[in-house]
């Protein structure tokens, strides 16, 4: 028994597998021709039933119009089994049509069309959700971490602590005094 693994030489040649391929190829075409040809024949066959010659010259007027008649009255008929049938065509069409959809909603695979990007914020999407009578405003911000800020307020030297106590306290001449006694101390 030869290895699984290992590929089987096939036992016929490539030319003798090349020709047959073109002979069934040449059988194939003779059986479309020939079945083409039967088509032609049960057509014409159909056709002699159903519509046989006319032999127009031996008849009177009257046996014309009444020819014709007879003749409008067939077409009509056939005219209504068209319809019908197109009706029955179209109405199996859409069944099949539904049916197909069906199918692919049993499967779970349909298209899915393109979707735009659309920007909507959080109180837009709980009034979609919630609707119009709920009015619910979401803060985002606020289950952001915060950040202490123990540590900036300890650089700060303590003496800047209010501003405007400074202002009054260097003005008129009493703080210039203290400006001045400041740069004597400094110098020496």
Known sequence: MPEQGQERKSKISASR????KSLMVAKAKEELDQEVLDKEVDKQKYLMEKA???????MSFTELQELCQELHAKIDLVDEE????????????????????????LRGKFKRPPLRRVRVSADA??????????K?????????KS????DTEKKRPVEDSDWRKNVEAMSGMEGRKKMFDAAKVSTQ
């Open 52 to 58: 046989p010659p006319l032999q127009t010259q031996t």
């Open 147 to 150: 950040v202490k800020k123990e």
């Open 82 to 105: 068209r319809y019908d049938i197109e009706a029955k065509v179209l109405l199996n069409k859409r069944e099949i049509k539904d049916l197909n959809i069906k199918v692919l909603d």
């Open 17 to 20: 597998k090349l020709m047959l």
């Open 136 to 144: 619910v405003s979401m803060d985002l911000r606020a289950n952001l």
């Open 125 to 134: 999407i709980l009034r979609s959700l919630l609707g119009s009578k709920h």
